[in-house]
């Protein structure tokens, strides 16, 4: 399984409501692309102040590194993470990815 964890810093105009929308858009995905099998999102909660600015985040559960592939290159992918990627700070580079193997 490969988890794929994604941290973000929203613009600072980017309401609760438009956050919790694009969420929505893209926990959507669970069940419409093949292998995508789940979709966990919030704000980090850590007390460690270590968040370097990302303060919130998600986690999506894929079966394997191909359905991992599969789900980077689908059109409703790419049409909800841009969405994401337009409301963050300085647009990709408010965005952290990291893919970890789960055996």
């Given at each position: 399984m490969i988890?794929?964890?994604?941290?973000?810093?929203?613009?600072?105009?980017?309401?609760?409501?438009?956050?919790?929308?694009?969420?929505?858009?893209?926990?959507?995905?669970?069940?419409?692309?093949?292998?995508?099998?789940?979709?966990?999102?919030?704000?980090?909660i850590s007390p460690e102040g270590m968040a370097k600015g990302f303060n919130d985040g998600f986690i999506m559960d894929l079966a394997d590194a191909a359905a991992r592939d599969r789900y980077l290159v689908d059109p409703a992918h790419k049409a909800a993470g841009g969405r994401l990627v337009a409301a963050l700070e300085g647009g990709r580079e408010g965005l952290l990815v990291f893919d970890l193997q789960l055996d």
């Open positions: 988890r794929h964890c994604v941290f973000v810093k929203f613009r600072t105009d980017v309401s609760a409501t438009e956050r919790a929308d694009i969420y929505a858009g893209l926990a959507a995905l669970v069940g419409q692309i093949d292998g995508l099998l789940r979709a966990d999102f919030g704000p980090n």
